[in-house]
């Protein structure tokens, strides 16, 4: 396994791998501190292509200036160690410097999915995603490129930068990978007490909650959105941010679900000062869909 940190020999290297000897290339982006949400997506790589690239990398540029930029947690030696034990074969860890040198002044903004949801709270979050994803894509020319459910809108959004900026790159998104309480896997995870941790387990149960009532024939947006933010209110240390449910594709906000169109109920709250973000998609399930054609 090679680290790089150079964005000039990442280049050569991806070009070299990608045209004389023809290998598939699977890029992994993180900002580090890796648990097994990350690992899940690099085992996935690992099956479908030749080569893995994880690139880790704490992006400035998505940070609100009030945010943890600063103290996000970094451990490049760890990370690294983990890597070479999941047979990734390059690891791109670029300095800000090599990133955004002196000069840097070409942003890639995705109109319309952008401010809501997480980008009303955060401010210039998915402007900074675009960018640095965008420039990782130029960098690594990856055939396919692995993201987490768990940044749901981010997703979306990047599928849509793929499609408009025409990247030749297959964007693949996988589940969200949780905790035993049901805490989604997180880096800021590592910020919360055991007793926040505990609290934490709260919004898996919210949006589990919510499921249920939703596969119960639920199908009022405010409704379900009550109820999420009653189970949550129940736990004093976690404080809501936003829950919302939007059409799963364009997010537009929905008042009503329906069976034909999958709809994303997420959410975002503070326990202490960590921010979390968490989501479950509603849709019929297949579950239903079998017992339905089963008579
Ligand atoms: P991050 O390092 O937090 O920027 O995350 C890097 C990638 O890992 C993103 O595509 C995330 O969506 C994904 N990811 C983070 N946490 C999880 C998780 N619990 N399950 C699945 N994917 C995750």
Redesign the pocket.
Known sequence: MEIINRRKRMMSLARKLRREENRTIGL???????????L??IHEARALCDIVVVSVFV?PTQFGPQEDFASYPRDLTADAATLAEYNVDYVFAPTVEEMYPGGFSTYVTVEGLSHELEGASRPGHFRGVATVVAILLNAVRPHFA??????AQ??IILKQMVRDLAFDTEVV??????EESGL?????NAYLDDRQRKAAGVLHRALTQARSAYDDGEHNAARLIELVRETIESEPSVRIDYVSINDAVSLEPLDRLDDEQPALLSLAAFVGKTRLIDNVVLEKSRKQDAAGAGG
């Open positions: 992994v982006p993180t900002m580090g501190a890796l648990h097994e949400g990350h899940s997506l992006n692995f993201f987490g459910q768990k940044d981010q997703s998104i996988l589940p969200i990978v949780r989604a896997m997180s880096s800021r």
